[in-house]
């Protein structure tokens, strides 16, 4: 969610005080929201220009190569198109997402694209602070009941015809409020997917195996799928229209709307 946080704030931001609507403005903003970026160009159309003191902006495009939109975790390509937007400049909010909902008069929509290089993202998944980041999602999401696991090391490998795999060195917690890792769980995942609907990413073909041990088709067959449905719990609804995978990126294309909080 951090992610959404940061780039829909810097469009927002395109509305100063003075009622100046500038490239420029966006383009610092982002500067400032994100940790780095290399190259960042932003257009924007706004006619009459003087609508911006309304809350109202016709489009804004933006390109960015290299950015960092927090610590360690770098996007070779992002690039944004949105549909007009229209905000409550008196009530502008955004420290977070439920915030910029409530400034919203419309939804607040466009196309993203974006490329990911394999390198990029394990060096990310070596941070100790995504890692840790990780970790806590994990945790909160496995039952109670259910033994708990430390990340020893985790990556990923792109490859050919829409594949990627997945490589996870775990330790069990014999006791889960005690410093006690016995056992080291080896996990290593591939699969296929394709994109269904928009709404869901389909599993092709996957395959597995736990400490060198083959993992049962029937097993792997449990995970079929992934629906992005769960964003909209948040106010963000998200159509896939492209995602492909060579060895070296992931390409994605993605319309993306943030809906007015009601």
Same mark, same amino acid.
Request: hydrophobic fraction near 40%; charged fraction near 30%; charge should be neutral.
């Given at each position: ?112 694209? %974006?490329? @990911? &290089? ?5 060096? *990310? #998944?070596? /941070?100790?602070?995504?890692? !840790?980041? =990780? ?105 896939? %229209?492209? @995602? &492909? ?5 992931? *390409? #994605?294309? /993605?319309?993306?709307?943030? !809906?007015? =909080?009601?």
């Amino acid at each position: 969610m951090e992610f959404f946080t940061v780039f829909f704030s810097s469009l927002l931001m395109v509305f100063s005080p003075v009622g100046l609507v500038l490239d420029t403005v966006v383009a610092d903003a982002i500067r400032s929201q994100v940790n780095d970026v290399e190259e960042l160009a932003v257009r924007i159309d706004n006619t009459p220009s003087y609508q911006s003191t309304q809350g109202r902006i016709d489009r804004v495009r933006i390109a960015s190569r290299g950015i960092e939109p927090i610590e360690d975790f770098r996007i070779e390509v992002l690039e944004l198109e949105t549909d007009s937007i229209d905000i409550n400049i008196n009530n502008l909010q955004t420290q977070n997402i439920q915030g910029i909902r409530q400034s919203l008069r419309k939804p607040l929509q466009g196309g993203l694209s %974006l490329i @990911l &290089k394999e390198g990029d993202i394990n060096r *990310a #998944l070596k /941070s100790d602070k995504i890692r !840790e980041t =990780l970790q806590k999602t994990i945790n909160s999401i496995v039952p109670e009941q259910v033994p708990k696991f430390r990340i020893l090391t985790l990556c990923v490998e792109f490859k050919p015809k829409d594949r990627l795999g997945i490589k996870v060195k775990l330790q069990q917690l014999k006791n889960f409020n005690e410093e006690n890792f016995p056992e080291i769980i080896a996990l290593n995942l591939e699969a296929g997917f394709k994109v269904k609907d928009g709404r869901s990413i389909q599993v092709l073909d996957p395959r597995g195996e736990l400490n060198n041990k083959t993992l049962s088709k029937k097993f792997l067959s449990r995970f079929q799928q992934f629906d992005l449905a769960f964003l909209e719990g948040q106010g963000i609804v998200t159509r896939l %229209l492209k @995602l &492909k995978v060579d060895e070296e990126s992931l *390409a #994605l294309v /993605s319309f993306i709307r943030l !809906e007015p =909080l009601k």
